[in-house]
RNA sequence: GGGCCGUUAGCUCAGUAGGUAGAGCAGUACACUUUUAAUGUACGGGUCGACGGUUCGAUCCCGUCACGGCCUACCA
């Protein structure tokens, strides 16, 4: 089937090799002294200037005695001329067996062609790579959405924009490094492979570690050993990397996705609010081009300041200024007239919830801090001077989504144990008592905060799908692999 | 996990109210010394996702499966 035709082109390619090997040629060659870059090269044009180049050759357009080709690295894409009088008969030859994806480097001197194209004219070249399978088709790309997940480094080399919201996302990691070094944040790292999976409520993946005999857990958020750090005197530190969910895949969700999480001692909310509204708005002008993303009513405006509102004024705006004094009867009825399904167990809080997450924070296009949730939705959360029913904390929302929720920190231990107790039930080993203890020591009031950093590359790219800011993301195994 | 939709040449796509399929790019051959989606002429290339069923006959209709997409559910 596929793999015959498929075979035919390899054939042919290796009929190709073949003839370049009997020349002289070897086929997966060697380094090769560049003088630099594409993109310096083409910097760098001057008129007549000997230099030596590599690339990928992605197309030929050969007339017989007089040949140009594009050739393609990391950085940039430049023409070369292949005259047949400028190089000996058996290179010249040899040049017409190369097939479009071959590595080549080349020698020669740079030109301007008189439709003023920067161009490198070659006196020589090599071979450097054979490639021995076609490459996507030059003008359509690579549009078929499977091959483009599996076969990434094919949607890499045939969609330019691809590459480029890559190179966005590794700008944008760059910047908050160094925006958060700058301000005297320490990067720390934190055990990934752990034997509670804490910090947040998602079902973990399960291990076993052999040499103790012992069941382990990939980590589902680095915060509990982030707080150990505050104890141990670490009073302002991030970790950016990989954490992991063993739930269901969608549009928004990776079983493994980047969240920077930042905690610093002696703040409160300010500080954290502080931070994003500094860091958002330095990626947005420094990497995406800008305050506003996108156009139209679709469009996302970070000009500060953003909205501020309370999760309860939320509820009233959407469910009417008499929600909280409803019996739990007439609530409920009024939440199922507004189309939501609600689950026999739950209470009034969980209502509400359901009618925050279901009706509600899709509807905030433009970046909200929401502030001041019910304290039982957030057990790691200090509550308000003002009010323990509620916890002193935002969850920053931006299109939509929840891109950042920052915290004052729970840092009474007493408190804390209660709280976890609670949420674990009977499941008491789901308990990271480690961390109880470490808090018993003593661990300064802090700020903390927690960003999804795909998300937040989605929202700043205007891009709605996670697997498209993910180089490899994750897709069900073929059976049928060779 | 549930619902709906998709899978045709290496790539991008047409198509057949059931009679084993076409185009462009890519490939092969020839021509061509400033092209850039080079051009011109000719040629080759397909188990129409897999397996069953209905039928004289299935890429097309039906069923199962695989993979993917969208929606939905789980992820404080």
Known sequence: MSELTQNEYREQRLVNMRALEDMGYKPFGHAFKRSGRLAEIREEFVEEKEVTAAGRLTTVRDMGKSIFADIRDGSDRFQIYVQKKALDEEAFAAFK??????????????FTTRTGEPTLKISKWDLLSKSLLPLPEKWHGLKDVEARYRQRYLDLISNPDVRELFDKRIAA???????????????????MLQSQAGGAAARPFVTHYSALDQEMYMRIAPEL????????????????????????????????????????????????KDIIEGLITHLAENVFGGLVVGEGDD??????????????????????????????????????????????????????????????????????????FPAELVPLAGTCDDDASVVDVFEL????KEVAPAYKELNNPLVQRERLDNQAGEDAEKVDYDFLTALEHGM??????????????????GVDAIRDV??????????SAE
Do not use: C
């Not at 067996?97 to 740079?110: F, N, T």
């Not at 739950?346 to 924070?361: N, P, Q």
């Not at 009031?445 to 998300?455: K, L, N, Q, V």
């Not at 993910?470 to 059976?479: A, E, M, S, V, W």
């Open 299 to 372: 469009a996302i405006d970070f000009n500060l300041p953003w909205r501020e509102v309370t999760y309860r004024d939320l509820i009233i705006e959407r469910m009417g200024d008499d929600w909280y004094d409803l019996s739990f009867e007439d609530a409920s009825a009024r939440a199922e007239k507004e189309g939501l399904s609600l689950d026999p167990a739950w209470g009034m809080m969980m209502v509400t919830h359901e009618v925050y997450e279901k009706l509600i924070e899709k509807t905030l296009h433009q970046p909200t801090f929401v502030t001041r």
């Open 397 to 400: 929302v931006i299109g939509g």
């Open 97 to 110: 067996l190369l097939d479009v994806g071959d590595h080549i480097g080349v020698a020669g001197a740079l």
């Open 470 to 479: 993910i180089l490899f993301p994750q897709l069900r195994q073929k059976t």
């Open 173 to 191: 990691i760059k910047e908050t490094r160094s925006f958060l070094e700058a301000r005297g944040f320490s990067e720390v790292e934190t055990p």
């Open 225 to 272: 050993y982030l707080k150990r750090l505050l104890v141990g005197g670490f009073d302002k530190v991030f970790e950016l990397n990989r954490s992991f969910r063993n739930e269901g895949l969608s549009r928004t969700h990776n079983p493994e996705f980047t969240m920077l999480e930042i905690y610093e001692a002696y703040t409160d909310l300010s500080g954290m």
């Open 444 to 461: 300064p009031p802090a700020g903390g905060m927690g960003i999804g950093i795909d998300r937040l590359i989605m929202t700043l790219a």
